[in-house]
């Protein structure tokens, strides 16, 4: 069989499977039927492989999962929406308590207090850590505070923490027992070590 | 895709109604493990509906699709120590096969199966892109992630190493008759 080498193109053989294929242009596809109509030998081997390539396609194909593979990936693509959704909401819902716990702060404000002070420049402060749901509404954490002689006195922290403190002389783990028993608002309680 | 990109499911299904076959036999053939195909294939689909809004077009959707399946079958390779495709199996001389013994060999598809099981990894898919596909060599090249000519050459060698085979399968064959 002839090699119809040119300079540094490959030889012709090299890209016959690609006219077999029908996917060969421009100069190369001339370059190669220029080859094929002076070498007999040239043509013999695209005629084989032509019948290699119907040979592999004729070969018995393995079942794919078809309609049930499309069915699952609507499945997870429905699954990572609804999870998408969800995170959105607690982050809104986050953002929402956030803002409402932040103006129950300033109602309950001791006389006197102009503005809300962090804790942060009194660690000292803060008989307990509370995390409220998401979705806690601001008429709730105000009724929670008052009703239970609560301060907040920091928060929210970067994970949505804050620190109450308890009227003085008050019953810490009763306090801490009734707001663990309000799980529609109160998401985690914990008493300092 | 800027359909899928929109989030149009209806866009989604038909190119997975397109492509799902192909894209599931191609892997197939590189694991022969039907349950881990099905989930390759599944994650480039999975990953088309995430990733479309960042497909440039700057490929056919086809070649974007199986140079991911490629990439997550390579991965599978790696984390198996199986053979990495980017290595070759030692050529043999390419003397030139009995054509008249490979064409009546080819007509016994479990000899045509046969010999492509013998071809290294990088060789197979190689020819199972050019002639089960049909893709042009700079599509298998961006598949597979090697140059043009190094394409040629692979697709060069599997096609005489598959015809050598195929002609002492029929060899084969007469002897045992």
Known sequence: MTSNTAGMQEPVEQLLPFLVNGTLAGPDRARVEKGLRHDPALAAEAALLGQLRDAMKAMPQPASPAEFGLARLMRDIDREASAQRTRRW??????????????????????????????????????????????????????????????????????????LDVTAGANLDAIADKLRAMQSLVESVSLPE | ????????????????????????????????????????????????????????????????LFAMAYRKVVDVYRR????????????????????????LAMENRDAVRQCLE?????????????????????????????PEGTVKSRVFHAKQLLLRCLSTKLGMKRDDQ
């Open chain 2, 1 to 64: 895709m800027k359909r899928i990109a929109s989030g149009d499911r209806g866009a989604f299904a038909q190119l997975y109604r397109e492509m799902e076959s192909p894209l599931y036999r191609f892997v197939s053939s590189r694991l022969n493990d039907q349950q881990r195909s099905s989930d390759i294939t599944h994650d480039v689909f999975l990953q088309v509906w995430r990733d479309a809004g960042a497909f440039e077009g700057r490929s056919k959707v086809r070649t974007w």
């Open chain 2, 118 to 146: 013998t071809l290294s990894p990088s060789h197979r898919a190689a020819i199972e892109l050019t002639f089960m596909e049909d893709m042009s060599y700079p599509e298998v090249a961006e598949i597979t992630g090697v």
């Open chain 1, 90 to 163: 607690q982050l809104a819902g986050g953002a929402v308590a956030a803002a409402a716990i932040a103006l129950a702060v300033m109602l309950v404000l001791p006389p006197g207090q102009t503005e809300y002070q962090q804790a942060s420049g009194d660690p000292g402060r803060g008989d307990l850590t509370v995390a409220f749901v998401p979705g806690a509404t601001l008429a709730e954490v105000t009724d929670l505070l008052q009703n239970n002689n609560l301060e907040i006195v920091d928060g929210p922290s970067a994970i949505g923490l804050y620190r």
């Open chain 2, 80 to 103: 198996e120590n199986r053979l990495v495709f980017g290595e070759d199996v030692p050529e043999s001389a390419d003397e030139s096969p009995n054509p008249e013994a490979c064409v």
